[in-house]
């Protein structure tokens, strides 16, 4: 019993102190944040496409800091909307008004003392499904760069890919460029 209350202890420790360490966090342990992407209409995010259309995401997330096999990261609960307006490229983009919540992961791979470099991977549901997505399941991919304006406020610059996985015959995926607030407390 001493072993297992000496281990949890060290794990608690151990958990604290990569916690204020953390890129994304500093000192704090919680993050609320604010997201505006513009779609693209692409697939995937590498190479970067370059066709944007009139389909833009709204994004709110609660984030607590966590490690990722050591490296810190952040665990996020995340309510969003995408709206879609008119027709280009084929795409009658406003049936796509759907809103979607998931669950993420974002894992720092580079930072300096203001500045981090994030990579992050999600699963969620939309509301509907559709054409361009046939399932409500959803699997989401995101590249974050972010700068710390000061110990509570962060800006971050993404590129974020939603689709199914192919676990659905229709998969034309949802790709957004954006720019993120964040407030730690």
């Known amino acids: 019993m001493k072993k297992f209350l000496a281990s949890l202890f060290g794990i608690i420790f151990a958990a604290n102190a990569v916690a204020a ?11 609320l944040a604010f997201h505006f992407g513009q779609g ?6 590498v190479p970067p496409p ?5 389909f833009y995401m709204l994004h709110f997330q609660y984030s607590q800091p966590t490690t990722f096999f050591r490296v810190p990261a952040r665990q996020s609960l995340n309510i969003g909307q995408t709206i879609g307006f008119g027709e280009k490229y084929g795409w009658h983009w406003d049936k796509y008004s759907i809103p979607m919540v998931f669950i993420s992961e974002d894992v720092v791979l580079f930072h300096g003392k203001r500045w981090y470099y994030a990579n992050g991977a999600g699963v969620g549901l939309q509301a509907q ?4 997505l046939g399932a ?6 995101k590249m974050i760069g972010g700068y710390k304006i000061n110990d509570r406020m962060n800006v971050e610059l993404f590129m974020q890919h939603f689709s ?7 998969n034309y995926s949802y790709a957004f460029y954006g720019l993120g607030f964040t407030y730690n407390f």
């Open 164 to 170: 199914n996985a192919n676990t659905a015959r229709e």
């Open 50 to 54: 370059l066709r944007p259309v009139p």
């Open 21 to 31: 360490d953390n890129p994304f966090f500093g000192k704090y342990e919680n993050q």
């Open 40 to 45: 693209i209409d692409s697939g995937f995010l």
């Open 129 to 132: 499904q559709n054409e361009r």
């Open 136 to 141: 409500k399941l959803l699997f989401q991919w």
